[in-house]
T-cell receptor
């Protein structure tokens, strides 16, 4: 049973455009939602995270939007750059689950 | 560089064999997590150790075991290997026992079982 569903699986965006990655969760006890960025040959690295008591969190060009009632959250990358090309994972923490519960990842390519 | 080191980077072995993956956490971190990354299952939590003691278990097979030593490095032992065990294995470390603490991932060990 996949507890965090992520879409799309892959995404191609033009330089300067907005990249949007969506995640949905089922366990309402999850209470912390980090996003990880992974470059080829590297481990995932924390990018930005949100708790469900806020609807939006922004750090530079990266924004998380959170919809608690719909049990959905999304990552928006504004002014996408070729250096943003990577695999992005949403994750969830809490609800009695140990460790991070990851979505399956989105392979993002920013075309120059 | 996250400060977490993993060895070896690559490992190629045969079915039925046993291997050991090693992880050194960031200086000062007491928790070590192990994750498996495969194409079909994605990133899955295997097990967590905190200050030498097992703290949490995820989707870890009985053929797999781990330990954390007094110097806080950790080893993941995989035995009776099967083709399906081929994957990237990551270790991550964090300062405390809580999963809410930021986890810092190592570069991974790529295991190929032939």
């Amino acid at each position: 049973q996949q507890q965090v569903k992520q879409s799309p699986q892959s995404l191609i965006v033009q330089k300067g455009g907005i990249s949007i990655i969506n995640c949905a969760y089922e366990n309402t006890a999850f209470d912390y939602f980090p996003w990880y960025q992974q470059f080829p040959g590297k481990g995932p690295a924390l990018l930005i995270a949100i708790r469900p008591d806020v609807s939006e969190k922004k750090e530079g060009r990266f924004t998380i939007s959170f919809n608690k009632s719909a049990k959905q959250f999304s990552l928006h990358i504004m002014d996408s750059q070729p250096g943003d090309s990577a695999t992005y994972f949403c994750a969830a923490v809490g609800g009695g689950a140990d460790g991070l519960t990851f979505g399956k990842g989105t392979h993002l390519i920013i075309q120059p | 560089d996250s400060g977490v080191t993993q060895t070896p980077k690559h490992l190629i072995t045969a079915t039925g064999q046993r291997v050991t993956l090693r992880c050194s956490p960031r200086s000062g971190d007491l928790s070590v997590y192990w994750y498996q990354q495969s194409l079909d299952q994605g990133l899955q939590f295997l097990i967590q150790y905190y200050n030498g003691e097992e703290r949490a278990k995820g989707n870890i097979l009985e053929r797999f075991s781990a330990q954390q030593f007094p110097d806080l490095h950790s080893e993941l032992n995989l035995s009776s290997l099967e083709l399906g065990d081929s994957a990237l294995y990551f270790c991550a470390s964090s300062v405390g026992a809580s999963t809410y603490n930021e986890q810092f991932f190592g570069p991974g060990t790529r295991l190929t079982v032939l």
